[in-house]
């Protein structure tokens, strides 16, 4: 219901800190994962994405770690920044389709 | 590069009206993508298009909401009669075409509120 879809689960991290962001999926054939910034306001913006026959994958100051054994899904953040407070979704999906399924989202809050 | 546009951005109506968004994907990309997202959850893809084609309406609730690409171009999704578990914002995206490496690019949304 709404009052479920309201308590988003917040990370609080200071500035300079790295930041973990975590999820889990439950589609065991799912194969391609993509993670997601979501500022207020505003559509979901593409940050990394990683294919199930890969562990990790790195990009600029964000790195995405996949853990199919246990289905779970990591983002972090390297010296997060003012600028990366946002709402941060994971998304999967299977095969060749396209269709996503986005997670329910973390709020991440940075304190100066 | 523009990215897609929706108008409009804000709509409140009363329930049982009808409601009408557009949206104007990016040049070339050949597929669209509806989503509904509810305050404090992940968009949900209501309709998927390729070019002017339905490919995936598993989750469009019909007796309400319809949609349409007729050109392959721009697209409206209409609500009728519109239910207060309506509200939400409607996100428009497209890509260049279908499966793994397409990047889905999102607009800002409209934000409906249903009273």
């Known amino acids: 219901g709404e009052s479920v879809g309201l308590h988003l689960p917040t990370l609080s991290v200071q500035e300079g800190d790295n930041s973990i962001i975590n999820c889990a999926y439950s589609n065991s054939a799912s194969d391609y994962f993509i993670w997601y910034k979501q500022e207020s306001g505003k559509g979901p913006q593409f940050i990394i994405d990683i294919r199930s026959n890969m562990d990790k994958r790195q990009g600029q100051r964000v790195t995405v770690l996949l853990n199919k054994t246990v289905k779970h899904l990591s983002l972090q953040i390297a010296a997060t920044q003012p600028g990366d407070s946002a709402v941060y979704f994971c998304?999967?999906?299977?095969?060749?389709?396209?269709?996503?399924?986005f997670g329910t989202g973390t709020r991440l809050q940075v304190t100066l | 590069e523009a990215g897609v546009a929706q108008s409009p951005r804000y709509k409140i109506i009363e329930k049982r009206q009808s409601v009408a968004f557009w949206c104007n994907p990016i040049s070339g990309h050949a597929t669209l993508y509806w989503y509904q997202q509810i305050l404090g959850q992940g968009p949900k893809l209501l309709i998927q298009?390729?070019?002017?084609?339905?490919?995936?309406d598993s989750q469009l609730p019909k007796d309400r909401f319809s949609a349409e690409r007729l050109k392959g171009v721009d697209s409206t999704l209409k609500i009728q009669p519109a239910k207060l578990e309506d509200s939400a914002v409607y996100l428009c995206?497209?890509?260049?075409?279908?499966?793994?490496?397409?990047?889905?690019?999102f607009g800002p949304g409209t934000r409906l509120t249903v009273l």
């Open positions: 298009f390729q070019n002017n084609g339905v490919v995936d």
């Open positions: 995206a497209s890509s260049p075409g279908v499966g793994v490496g397409n990047e889905q690019f």
């Open positions: 998304a999967e999906t299977a095969g060749t389709a396209s269709k996503l399924t």
